[in-house]
Protein backbone atom coordinates (compact mmCIF):
# COMPACT_ATOMS: atom_id res chain seq x y z
CA UNK A 1 0.00 0.00 0.00
CA UNK A 2 2.59 2.57 1.33
CA UNK A 3 4.84 1.88 -2.09
CA UNK A 4 1.72 2.00 -4.50
CA UNK A 5 1.57 5.65 -2.74
CA UNK A 6 4.90 6.07 -3.08
CA UNK A 7 5.46 5.08 -6.63
CA UNK A 8 2.10 7.07 -7.89
CA UNK A 9 3.58 10.18 -6.09
CA UNK A 10 6.51 9.78 -7.72
CA UNK A 11 5.06 9.37 -11.45
CA UNK A 12 2.73 12.08 -10.30
CA UNK A 13 5.55 14.57 -9.96
CA UNK A 14 7.44 13.03 -12.78
CA UNK A 15 4.03 13.42 -15.33
CA UNK A 16 3.01 16.57 -14.16
CA UNK A 17 6.44 18.00 -14.49
CA UNK A 18 5.57 19.36 -10.73
CA UNK A 19 9.12 18.49 -10.20
CA UNK A 20 10.97 20.80 -12.28
CA UNK A 21 8.73 23.92 -11.51
CA UNK A 22 9.85 23.06 -7.50
CA UNK A 23 13.24 22.52 -8.57
CA UNK A 24 14.81 25.83 -7.62
CA UNK A 25 13.06 25.91 -4.57
CA UNK A 26 13.41 22.41 -3.12
CA UNK A 27 16.42 21.19 -5.11
CA UNK A 28 18.59 22.08 -2.67
CA UNK A 29 22.55 22.02 -3.50
CA UNK A 30 23.34 18.19 -3.12
CA UNK A 31 22.54 15.14 -2.49
CA UNK A 32 23.89 11.79 -0.67
CA UNK A 33 22.39 8.80 -2.08
CA UNK A 34 22.17 5.68 -0.17
CA UNK A 35 22.72 2.17 -1.58
CA UNK A 36 22.48 -1.75 0.04
CA UNK A 37 22.94 -4.38 -2.34
CA UNK A 38 23.69 -3.97 -6.32
CA UNK A 39 23.27 -7.61 -7.71
CA UNK A 40 21.60 -9.07 -10.53
CA UNK A 41 17.84 -9.72 -10.18
CA UNK A 42 16.54 -12.80 -8.13
CA UNK A 43 13.77 -14.83 -9.63
CA UNK A 44 11.95 -15.80 -6.49
CA UNK A 45 8.52 -14.50 -6.09
CA UNK A 46 8.96 -13.35 -2.48
CA UNK A 47 11.66 -10.88 -1.85
CA UNK A 48 10.50 -8.63 1.02
CA UNK A 49 13.44 -6.97 1.29
CA UNK A 50 13.93 -6.25 -2.33
CA UNK A 51 13.97 -2.41 -1.50
CA UNK A 52 17.60 -2.39 -1.17
CA UNK A 53 18.89 -4.28 -3.86
CA UNK A 54 19.00 -2.53 -6.99
CA UNK A 55 20.52 -4.31 -10.56
CA UNK A 56 23.76 -3.01 -11.68
CA UNK A 57 22.16 -2.42 -15.13
CA UNK A 58 20.26 0.29 -12.61
CA UNK A 59 23.19 1.60 -11.33
CA UNK A 60 24.48 2.48 -14.64
CA UNK A 61 21.56 4.29 -15.30
CA UNK A 62 21.52 6.26 -12.41
CA UNK A 63 25.01 7.12 -13.09
CA UNK A 64 24.44 8.20 -16.79
CA UNK A 65 21.49 10.25 -15.64
CA UNK A 66 23.69 11.47 -13.46
CA UNK A 67 25.96 12.79 -15.65
CA UNK A 68 23.39 13.97 -18.04
CA UNK A 69 22.85 16.85 -15.40
CA UNK A 70 26.40 17.16 -14.84
CA UNK A 71 26.47 17.34 -11.48
CA UNK A 72 29.95 16.60 -9.85
CA UNK A 73 30.66 13.36 -7.84
CA UNK A 74 32.40 13.84 -4.85
CA UNK A 75 33.97 12.47 -1.82
CA UNK A 76 32.10 12.51 1.66
CA UNK A 77 35.35 15.11 2.83
CA UNK A 78 34.34 17.23 -0.13
CA UNK A 79 30.95 16.81 0.80
CA UNK A 80 32.10 18.33 3.88
CA UNK A 81 34.30 21.15 2.37
CA UNK A 82 31.54 22.84 0.59
CA UNK A 83 29.00 22.13 3.24
CA UNK A 84 31.41 23.69 5.82
CA UNK A 85 32.73 26.67 2.97
CA UNK A 86 28.94 27.03 1.34
CA UNK A 87 31.05 26.55 -1.97
CA UNK A 88 27.70 25.79 -4.02
CA UNK A 89 29.19 26.63 -7.53
CA UNK A 90 28.02 23.38 -8.73
CA UNK A 91 25.83 20.77 -7.62
CA UNK A 92 27.07 17.84 -6.04
CA UNK A 93 26.60 13.47 -5.43
CA UNK A 94 27.96 10.88 -3.44
CA UNK A 95 27.25 7.44 -3.34
CA UNK A 96 26.84 5.34 -0.27
CA UNK A 97 26.38 1.89 0.52
CA UNK A 98 25.42 0.43 4.01
CA UNK A 99 26.65 -3.16 5.84
CA UNK A 100 29.75 -3.95 3.52
CA UNK A 101 27.48 -6.14 1.01
CA UNK A 102 29.93 -8.15 -1.25
CA UNK A 103 28.21 -7.90 -4.23
CA UNK A 104 29.35 -4.01 -3.44
CA UNK A 105 32.65 -5.33 -4.33
CA UNK A 106 31.57 -7.44 -7.13
CA UNK A 107 28.91 -5.41 -9.00
CA UNK A 108 29.38 -1.68 -8.03
CA UNK A 109 32.66 -1.43 -7.31
CA UNK A 110 33.67 -2.07 -11.46
CA UNK A 111 31.23 0.29 -12.62
CA UNK A 112 32.06 3.10 -9.96
CA UNK A 113 35.87 2.37 -10.77
CA UNK A 114 35.24 2.47 -14.63
CA UNK A 115 33.06 5.77 -14.20
CA UNK A 116 35.91 7.37 -11.92
CA UNK A 117 33.26 8.15 -9.23
CA UNK A 118 34.27 7.92 -5.27
CA UNK A 119 31.97 6.73 -2.84
CA UNK A 120 31.73 5.29 0.80
CA UNK A 121 30.80 1.92 2.31
CA UNK A 122 29.51 2.07 5.87
CA UNK A 123 30.54 -1.35 7.85
CA UNK A 124 28.99 -2.16 10.85
CA UNK A 125 31.86 -4.61 12.27
CA UNK A 126 30.34 -7.39 13.37
CA UNK A 127 29.69 -8.25 10.20
CA UNK A 128 33.44 -8.68 8.97
CA UNK A 129 34.05 -10.47 11.67
CA UNK A 130 31.63 -12.88 11.14
CA UNK A 131 29.26 -12.26 14.14
CA UNK A 132 26.62 -10.25 12.63
CA UNK A 133 22.57 -10.81 12.90
CA UNK A 134 21.32 -9.59 9.47
CA UNK A 135 17.61 -10.64 10.75
CA UNK A 136 16.08 -9.14 8.27
CA UNK A 137 17.41 -11.70 5.88
CA UNK A 138 17.04 -14.13 8.49
CA UNK A 139 13.35 -13.39 8.63
CA UNK A 140 12.87 -13.43 5.24
CA UNK A 141 14.48 -16.96 4.95
CA UNK A 142 12.59 -18.39 8.06
CA UNK A 143 8.95 -17.29 5.98
CA UNK A 144 10.43 -18.36 2.59
CA UNK A 145 10.74 -21.81 3.94
CA UNK A 146 7.70 -22.42 6.23
CA UNK A 147 3.92 -22.76 5.13
CA UNK A 148 3.13 -21.07 8.87
CA UNK A 149 5.05 -20.16 11.96
CA UNK A 150 4.68 -20.52 15.22
CA UNK A 151 6.21 -18.20 17.60
CA UNK A 152 5.40 -16.32 21.06
CA UNK A 153 4.36 -12.74 20.44
CA UNK A 154 3.24 -10.09 22.71
CA UNK A 155 3.30 -13.40 25.79
CA UNK A 156 0.74 -15.24 24.07
CA UNK A 157 1.46 -18.80 21.10
CA UNK A 158 0.50 -18.11 18.05
CA UNK A 159 0.62 -18.89 14.31
CA UNK A 160 0.65 -16.99 11.24
CA UNK A 161 0.21 -18.41 7.80
CA UNK A 162 2.62 -17.86 5.45
CA UNK A 163 1.18 -20.86 2.56
CA UNK A 164 0.66 -18.43 -0.14
CA UNK A 165 3.46 -15.59 -1.91
CA UNK A 166 0.70 -12.89 -0.05
CA UNK A 167 0.27 -14.56 3.37
CA UNK A 168 4.40 -14.61 2.67
CA UNK A 169 4.27 -10.55 2.21
CA UNK A 170 1.92 -10.38 4.97
CA UNK A 171 3.64 -12.65 7.48
CA UNK A 172 7.03 -10.52 7.15
CA UNK A 173 5.23 -7.29 7.26
CA UNK A 174 3.80 -8.06 10.57
CA UNK A 175 6.76 -9.51 12.52
CA UNK A 176 8.99 -7.10 10.80
CA UNK A 177 7.02 -4.44 12.69
CA UNK A 178 6.62 -6.17 15.47
CA UNK A 179 10.44 -6.81 15.75
CA UNK A 180 11.53 -2.94 14.85
CA UNK A 181 9.18 -1.94 17.72
CA UNK A 182 10.42 -4.03 20.30
CA UNK A 183 12.22 -1.92 22.73
CA UNK A 184 15.97 -2.96 22.53
CA UNK A 185 18.05 -4.51 20.33
CA UNK A 186 18.34 -7.16 22.65
CA UNK A 187 14.65 -8.46 22.65
CA UNK A 188 14.00 -8.18 18.86
CA UNK A 189 17.79 -10.56 18.21
CA UNK A 190 16.10 -12.89 21.20
CA UNK A 191 12.71 -13.43 19.16
CA UNK A 192 14.43 -13.67 15.93
CA UNK A 193 17.31 -16.13 17.32
CA UNK A 194 13.93 -17.95 18.54
CA UNK A 195 12.55 -18.00 15.35
CA UNK A 196 15.69 -19.09 13.46
CA UNK A 197 16.44 -21.71 15.94
CA UNK A 198 12.82 -23.28 15.99
CA UNK A 199 13.09 -23.13 11.93
CA UNK A 200 17.09 -24.22 11.26
CA UNK A 201 17.45 -21.00 9.82
CA UNK A 202 21.97 -20.25 10.03
CA UNK A 203 22.15 -16.44 10.66
CA UNK A 204 26.07 -17.13 10.54
CA UNK A 205 26.04 -18.66 6.98
CA UNK A 206 23.63 -15.51 6.00
CA UNK A 207 26.52 -13.05 7.01
CA UNK A 208 29.18 -15.47 5.59
CA UNK A 209 27.83 -15.78 2.38
CA UNK A 210 26.44 -11.88 2.18
CA UNK A 211 29.00 -9.90 4.22
CA UNK A 212 32.56 -8.88 2.95
CA UNK A 213 35.13 -10.48 4.73
CA UNK A 214 38.24 -7.98 6.62
CA UNK A 215 40.31 -9.17 3.89
CA UNK A 216 37.87 -7.95 1.20
CA UNK A 217 37.13 -4.90 2.73
CA UNK A 218 40.79 -4.27 2.83
CA UNK A 219 41.30 -4.91 -0.97
CA UNK A 220 38.09 -2.30 -1.84
CA UNK A 221 39.59 0.00 1.14
CA UNK A 222 43.13 0.41 -0.83
CA UNK A 223 41.83 2.48 -3.53
CA UNK A 224 41.80 6.13 -3.16
CA UNK A 225 38.07 6.64 -4.52
CA UNK A 226 36.82 4.53 -1.55
CA UNK A 227 35.89 6.01 2.04
CA UNK A 228 34.99 2.82 4.52
CA UNK A 229 32.93 4.80 7.01
CA UNK A 230 31.52 3.29 10.77
CA UNK A 231 28.17 1.86 11.21
CA UNK A 232 28.41 0.90 14.83
CA UNK A 233 29.57 -2.84 15.77
CA UNK A 234 26.79 -4.44 16.18
CA UNK A 235 24.45 -2.63 13.40
CA UNK A 236 22.47 -1.49 16.32
CA UNK A 237 18.85 1.10 16.88
CA UNK A 238 21.17 3.36 18.68
CA UNK A 239 18.23 5.47 20.33
CA UNK A 240 16.92 2.48 21.58
CA UNK A 241 20.33 2.07 23.42
CA UNK A 242 21.73 3.49 26.85
CA UNK A 243 24.08 6.80 26.64
CA UNK A 244 27.18 4.11 27.73
CA UNK A 245 26.00 1.36 25.47
CA UNK A 246 25.65 4.14 22.08
CA UNK A 247 28.67 6.20 22.99
CA UNK A 248 31.04 2.55 23.18
CA UNK A 249 29.31 1.08 19.88
CA UNK A 250 29.85 4.64 18.33
CA UNK A 251 33.50 4.48 19.69
CA UNK A 252 34.31 0.62 18.92
CA UNK A 253 32.62 0.57 15.82
CA UNK A 254 35.48 2.98 14.50
CA UNK A 255 38.60 1.78 16.90
CA UNK A 256 38.09 -1.97 14.98
CA UNK A 257 38.07 -0.54 11.96
CA UNK A 258 40.81 1.51 12.60
CA UNK A 259 42.62 -1.44 13.84
CA UNK A 260 41.54 -3.65 10.96
CA UNK A 261 42.27 -1.23 8.43
CA UNK A 262 45.13 0.84 9.19
CA UNK A 263 43.22 4.19 8.44
CA UNK A 264 40.37 5.97 10.88
CA UNK A 265 37.07 6.43 9.85
CA UNK A 266 35.97 9.70 10.14
CA UNK A 267 32.58 9.53 8.63
CA UNK A 268 29.52 8.16 9.98
CA UNK A 269 26.05 6.05 9.68
CA UNK A 270 23.57 5.34 11.97
CA UNK A 271 21.98 2.11 11.60
CA UNK A 272 18.78 1.95 10.11
CA UNK A 273 18.86 5.51 10.09
CA UNK A 274 15.47 6.77 10.83
CA UNK A 275 13.99 8.60 14.15
CA UNK A 276 13.71 5.70 16.17
CA UNK A 277 17.17 4.76 15.66
CA UNK A 278 18.97 7.97 15.60
CA UNK A 279 17.85 11.24 17.11
CA UNK A 280 19.58 14.30 19.05
CA UNK A 281 21.44 12.56 21.25
CA UNK A 282 23.34 10.60 18.59
CA UNK A 283 24.00 13.54 16.38
CA UNK A 284 25.05 15.17 19.91
CA UNK A 285 27.48 12.43 20.37
CA UNK A 286 28.86 12.04 16.85
CA UNK A 287 30.21 15.55 17.17
CA UNK A 288 31.68 15.08 20.35
CA UNK A 289 33.18 12.09 19.25
CA UNK A 290 34.28 14.29 16.03
CA UNK A 291 32.78 12.37 13.19
CA UNK A 292 33.30 15.24 10.22
CA UNK A 293 30.00 13.66 8.59
CA UNK A 294 27.20 11.52 10.39
CA UNK A 295 24.05 10.78 8.04
CA UNK A 296 20.75 8.93 8.67
CA UNK A 297 18.19 7.59 6.30
CA UNK A 298 15.74 10.57 6.90
CA UNK A 299 14.77 11.42 2.93
CA UNK A 300 16.17 14.63 1.64
CA UNK A 301 18.64 16.77 -0.57
CA UNK A 302 21.41 19.18 1.21
CA UNK A 303 20.67 22.63 1.61
CA UNK A 304 23.46 25.78 2.63
CA UNK A 305 21.97 25.06 6.47
CA UNK A 306 23.08 21.19 6.70
CA UNK A 307 26.62 23.12 6.99
CA UNK A 308 25.36 23.65 10.67
CA UNK A 309 24.12 20.03 10.95
CA UNK A 310 27.24 17.88 9.62
CA UNK A 311 26.08 15.02 11.99
CA UNK A 312 22.57 14.81 10.65
CA UNK A 313 22.60 14.68 7.05
CA UNK A 314 19.42 13.24 5.17
CA UNK A 315 19.81 11.05 2.18
CA UNK A 316 18.02 9.80 -0.59
CA UNK A 317 17.63 6.28 -1.00
CA UNK A 318 18.21 4.45 -4.41
CA UNK A 319 15.17 2.03 -3.39
CA UNK A 320 14.45 -0.94 -5.72
CA UNK A 321 11.32 -1.18 -5.81
CA UNK A 322 11.52 2.08 -7.63
CA UNK A 323 13.93 1.39 -10.53
CA UNK A 324 12.46 3.71 -13.04
CA UNK A 325 15.10 5.97 -14.54
CA UNK A 326 12.55 8.95 -13.96
CA UNK A 327 12.10 8.91 -10.56
CA UNK A 328 15.73 9.38 -10.04
CA UNK A 329 15.21 12.77 -11.96
CA UNK A 330 12.10 13.33 -9.34
CA UNK A 331 13.63 12.24 -6.21
CA UNK A 332 17.07 14.38 -7.44
CA UNK A 333 15.04 17.53 -7.65
CA UNK A 334 14.37 17.14 -4.57
CA UNK A 335 10.27 17.62 -5.13
CA UNK A 336 9.24 13.96 -3.69
CA UNK A 337 11.53 14.17 -0.11
CA UNK A 338 9.89 17.86 -0.05
CA UNK A 339 6.49 16.98 -0.13
CA UNK A 340 7.25 13.88 2.60
CA UNK A 341 9.13 15.94 4.64
CA UNK A 342 5.85 18.92 4.47
CA UNK A 343 8.50 21.49 2.52
CA UNK A 344 10.80 21.75 6.05
CA UNK A 345 14.04 21.73 4.65
CA UNK A 346 15.51 20.83 7.39
CA UNK A 347 14.57 17.48 9.76
CA UNK A 348 16.98 16.70 12.58
CA UNK A 349 14.64 16.09 15.31
ZN1 LIG B 1 22.93 -0.69 7.93
Sequence with gaps: MKRAIIRSGLEALYFSGAHRLMEPFVGGVGAI??????????????????????????????????????VDFVTLDEVRRRLQEQD???????????????????????ILKRHGIPFAIYVPTSFPDRLGELWWAALEAVVARN???????????????????????????????????????HDMLDAVRDLTT????????????????????????ADPLVTIGAHTVNHVMLAKACDTVARSELRMGRAVLEAALGRTPHHLAYPYGDATAAGPREFAIAAELGFRTAVTTRPG?????????????????????????????????????????????LRVA
Excluded at 42 to 68: H, M, W, Y
Excluded at 92 to 99: A, I, L, M, S, Y
Excluded at 204 to 220: F, H, P, Q, R, T
Aim: glycine fraction near 8%; include cysteine; proline fraction near 4%.
Design 198 to 221: RYGVDVGAICDELCMSWEELSEIA
Design 33 to 70: LVLHHVRPARSDGFQPNRLLEITPTFLEAVIARLKAKD
Design 301 to 345: VLFPEHGTTLTALPRISINGEFQRERYIDVLLSGAGTALWNGLRR
Design 88 to 110: FRRRFVTFTFDDGYRDNKEWAYP
Design 147 to 185: ASIALTMNGRDCRIESGTRGEKFAAFELLYRWLRGMPSD
